[in-house]
């Protein structure tokens, strides 16, 4: 009897164990967040400066142009870049941003692919990649984020067919892929939410 509880505890101690150190692999905090812009920065060309000396290490992240952080948790919940003048990449480390609601990065002439690691930026509401030079597939995880309402993805250079996955997103309000180069049909589902 003994025994067996003190098995079940060590299960239970083991289980608590494996979960803390998960936990812990995907603890996010301001300073990632800092760090995540950084990398964003690295990747962007900014003949403007206007990133230059504002995204500056010795100052909050919650002052720098372009960001917004949440009273609550002091953390970055709107990354805007829209209408810049700016080109480059987008880091995959911009995933690590957990508190994210609102990204844009409207009107200016971004390329390459999105990363994958977008895909985890779970409370995203607000995403717009309009009037860039984007391109590749359009991602089918765009679907799968459970919170979003508007997405913005005119005018660049996608390309393939329209991912069924955007069917699941019921919160959706904003759809707007015109002026690329997709092909076949938009899910039959997603005419259900705006009717
Ligand atoms: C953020 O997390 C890192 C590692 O997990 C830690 O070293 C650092 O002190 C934390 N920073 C803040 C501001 O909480
Ligand atoms: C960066 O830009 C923001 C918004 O324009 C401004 O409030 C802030 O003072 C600037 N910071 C620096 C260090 O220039
Ligand atoms: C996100 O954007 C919407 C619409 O532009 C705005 O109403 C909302 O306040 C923004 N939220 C954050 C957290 O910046
Ligand atoms: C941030 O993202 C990058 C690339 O996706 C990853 O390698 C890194 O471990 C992440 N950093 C933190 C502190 O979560
Ligand atoms: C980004 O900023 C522009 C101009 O200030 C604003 O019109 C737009 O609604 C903002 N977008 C998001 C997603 O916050
Ligand atoms: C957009 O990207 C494509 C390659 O994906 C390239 O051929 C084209 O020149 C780019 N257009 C602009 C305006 O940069
Ligand atoms: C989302 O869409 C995919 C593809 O249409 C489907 O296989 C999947 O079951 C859907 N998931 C949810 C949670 O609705
Ligand atoms: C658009 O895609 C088709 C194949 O799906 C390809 O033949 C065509 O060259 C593409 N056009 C542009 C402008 O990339």
């Known amino acids: 009897m003994e025994i067996s509880c ?13 979960m803390a150190s998960s936990a812990v692999a995907v603890r996010t905090n301001i300073t990632t967040d800092k760090s995540a812009l950084l990398a964003l920065k690295s990747h962007i060309n900014d003949p ?8 500056s290490t010795s100052t909050s ?15 970055v919940t709107s990354l805007n870049l829209s209408h810049m003048g700016l080109s480059g990449t987008i880091a995959p480390q911009i995933g690590n941003l957990t508190f994210l609601f609102n990204l844009s990065f409207r009107n200016n002439n971004f390329h390459g692919s999105l990363p994958n690691e977008l895909a985890s930026l779970r409370r995203l509401e607000v995403v717009s990649f309009g009037l860039n030079n984007f391109s590749g597939m359009l991602p089918s995880w765009l679907g799968f984020l ?20 955007l069917g699941n997103l019921s919160s959706l309000k904003v759809l707007h ?7 076949g049909w938009m899910p039959s589902t997603i005419y259900n939410f705006f009717s």
């Open 6 to 18: 003190f098995s079940i505890f060590f299960v239970l101690l083991l289980v608590h164990c494996f």
């Open 48 to 55: 403007n400066k206007i990133l230059a000396s504002n995204w």
């Open 61 to 75: 992240v919650c002052n720098w142009v372009g960001i917004k952080c949440g009273a609550k948790h002091l953390r």
């Open 146 to 165: 459970p919170k979003l309402q508007v997405l913005y993805a005119y005018t660049n250079s996608f390309e393939g067919s329209i991912p069924e996955s």
């Open 177 to 183: 892929l015109s002026e690329n180069n997709l092909s």
